[in-house]
């Protein structure tokens, strides 16, 4: 424990996720490092099957069978004592998968909203109950009455009665702009649509105060005004409460929207990082520039819209050196096909992960030997 | 609600009617009657007056009447509580059957009992721990439990308990508590002898349901709810069984109803006659094969008639478990 310094709550070092099936092993993971700050959101994007998911869900181990994680993921969790803010460190990635501690972080510092708002609900108990079940787990009221020193409030906590919990479910979904929501409260997840349901998941996710929430591509179900208007309300409402939000996404724009600062994933790395304002006005890595160049843009004619050749290599049969080089048109024969490339600083508070940048490749063994054949 | 309640026991109704006069049909469609049978009987020993008598017999119940008229007044009798007369046991059915029926209900609620409380543990252990060593050897068994006939069971359960144990398991009572009135004594002796074709029962009817179980909650347990729930910090058992196995126990319940409430009559009659049980079972198949056709047939329609509640019966659980099937 230390006094809080800096503004880190999640970090993520070196994190594998790997799972051994019958046809080989795949790297969900491959050694994935970023930090999620407070009160920021970092936006993630990439491809299908890039990790991005699995990432999220290591952050909160939950990571699926036969998956193994390795690496470290560690948690800055802050709480008060003795009237000062203390910094617990949590290395969430050594946490029992079904223990105490993770079910505390799990839903109470850190929640999750995910892709299908379809299907998240439990079908046969109402929004309210949903909720209702969180708040009964996570949060705790102060036994004293108002005007009693801040130190007895925070160290005398009880659990929420039912009514009370009823009252702060009706309560979260008049925050996310339900209409109703004294009679919502009571209604099922098949009465609801698609962006109502999303908004319950939204009211189930801030109904704990949680210091960071992880959105796994919440709006790409549904359709671009309601995902417009989910947006919005996750912006609203990361203003008025002090949270971190990991966005996970595969669209550009809504990162553009969303974020403050990015990671580029392809093939379970990360091949870019760095603020949403420079990568977006300075891409460096040839698969972000690519992504970037997709974007249609409106009023644009009679120009074919740029695509990346060529698939996702199949992770049983992944390309040496760098992973992208099959794909990549700034492609440099004998050096990216040879040669893992490292994140490189690219600029100020900018990485990417492309031998372009590599500063340390020519002293590097293989390069030697690339030097020497060439 | 109500408007759905009165429009499923209408179609009840007719479904019992239509059921009752191709059943009535279709015992009479053999050649002959259960008087032929009797004449055959009668004249092999040489009783000449017999012919005779039969004429009696055929009409003091309808049998020379023609059919349709036979159906009728069954039937209209059948409605005031008069199933109408055993031609075996020349006795009235209704006593027959009501002789009976406790102790079927009493067997099928003990086999359906011991059933759930076997398969849903083991279903549910089975899918959460899938491909582990304790579900193969769950799947193995329930293969076996599935694949082994309850009569073959029955059979080598007699064989290993008579020849080998010495043991009395043959019907549900003991020589001296058969005809005995009822006391503590007899249902202790009942008791003793009720497990044999509970468990029985219980084996064949386990495995099928453990499949059933493992297969759902397997599906279940895939859904983002499970792990929406599981983000929300709740311990792993409280997902499994408040969330999963109350979603995937539907299909048990529907099973329940359509096979449970029928099975009290004809759930395992094979079973019931190789250890000579004194339930319904064992009389209805004697009552068909000697055209015995008033018991056949008040047998068969009582069948349906719970075939029938057990649907509605289903449908309303349904509705009370999973709000997504409720009449708006």
Request: proline share 5%; with cysteine.
């Amino acid at each position: 424990m230390s006094e809080i310094t800096d503004d880190v709550l999640v970090s993520i070092r070196n994190l594998r996720i790997r799972f051994d099936v019958r046809d080989g092993i795949v790297n969900a993971v491959d050694g994935a490092n970023f930090t999620i700050r407070r009160g920021k959101t970092l936006g993630v994007i990439g491809e299908s099957g890039c990790g991005k998911s699995m990432t999220a869900k290591a952050i909160m181990n939950m990571v699926p069978k036969p998956g193994v994680m390795t690496g470290e993921v560690t948690l800055y969790k802050r709480h008060v004592e003795n009237g000062s803010q203390v910094v617990e460190e949590i290395r969430i990635d050594q946490l029992d998968k079904d223990g105490e501690e993770i079910r505390n972080i799990r839903g109470g510092v850190i929640t999750m909203i995910f892709q299908e708002p379809m299907s998240s609900l439990t079908p046969v108990f109402t929004a309210g109950l949903h909720i209702m079940e969180a708040v009964k787990l996570h949060r705790f009221l102060p036994i004293e009455s108002i005007g009693d020193t801040m130190t007895r409030n925070i160290q005398k906590k009880r659990e929420v009665s039912p009514e009370e919990a009823r009252e702060i479910a009706i309560d979260m979904l008049q925050k996310v702009g339900l209409p109703n929501a004294a009679q919502r409260v009571d209604s099922y997840p098949h009465q609801l649509s698609g962006g109502q349901r999303q908004r319950v998941m939204i009211a189930i996710a801030l109904s704990t105060h949680p210091e960071l929430l992880i959105a796994d591509e919440p709006t790409t179900a549904l359709d671009v005004s309601i995902e417009a208007q989910i947006l919005d309300l996750m912006r609203e409402l990361q203003e008025t409460v002090d949270m971190a939000i990991l966005f996970i996404t595969h669209n550009m724009g809504v990162i553009a929207e969303m974020a403050d600062e990015m990671v580029v994933m392809y093939m379970g790395k990360e091949v870019e990082e760095g603020s949403v304002v420079d990568i977006f006005e300075n891409p460096k890595h040839p698969y972000t520039r690519l992504l970037l160049a997709s974007i249609p843009e409106i009023g644009e004619k009679k120009r074919e819209l740029a695509t990346i050749k060529g698939m996702t290599p199949s992770p049983f049969n992944l390309p040496t050196g760098c992973v992208f080089h099959p794909r990549c048109p700034d492609f440099m024969p004998g050096k990216c096909d040879v040669v893992k490339p490292l994140l490189a600083t690219v600029a100020k508070n900018q990485n990417a992960r492309c031998l372009m940048y590599d500063p340390c490749w020519p002293n590097t063994a293989e390069a030697q030997a690339v030097k020497a054949k060439a | 609600m109500v408007s759905f309640l009165i429009r499923r026991v209408f179609y009840a109704i007719i479904m019992l009617i239509l059921v009752s006069f191709i059943s009535f049909l279709i015992i009479n469609l053999p050649a002959g009657d259960f008087m032929d049978q009797k004449i055959a009987e009668l004249e092999a020993r040489g009783d000449k007056s017999a012919v005779a008598r039969v004429e009696d017999y055929r009409v003091r119940y309808g049998l020379d009447k023609p059919m349709l008229t036979q159906y009728w007044i069954w039937i209209s009798n059948f409605v005031r509580g008069d199933f109408g007369l055993s031609f075996q046991f020349e006795r009235p059915v209704k006593e027959l059957i009501g002789q009976r029926l406790t102790l079927s209900i009493l067997l099928s609620l003990t086999t359906l009992t011991i059933t759930w409380l076997i398969a849903i543990p083991l279903g549910v252990y089975s899918a959460v721990n899938q491909y582990s060593i304790g579900d193969q050897v769950i799947t193995t068994i329930a293969f076996i439990g599935i694949g082994l006939p309850g009569f073959l069971l029955a059979l080598l359960v007699l064989y290993v308990a008579i020849v080998i144990l010495n043991q009395d398991v043959v019907g549900l009572f003991s020589r001296e508590f058969q005809d005995a009135p009822w006391s503590l004594a007899k249902i202790w002796d009942l008791l003793k002898h009720l497990w044999v074709p509970a468990l029985i029962g219980a084996v064949t009817g386990t495995a099928g349901t453990i499949r059933i179980m493992r297969g759902n909650l397997l599906d279940t347990l895939g859904q983002p709810f499970i792990e929406a729930a599981r983000a929300r910090g709740l311990k792993s058992r409280r997902v499994i069984w408040k969330h999963a196995v109350r979603m995937a126990i539907t299909p048990l319940v529907i099973i329940l109803g359509t096979e449970a409430f029928p099975g009290i009559l004809a759930g395992n009659i094979l079973v019931e006659v190789v250890l000579g049980l004194p339930t319904i079972g064992p009389l209805y198949i004697n009552a068909l094969t000697t055209q015995d056709m008033f018991m056949a047939g008040t047998v068969l329609v009582l069948i349906v008639f719970l075939l029938l509640v057990g649907n509605l019966i289903t449908d309303l659980v349904l509705a009370w478990i999973d709000p997504r099937v409720r009449l708006e």
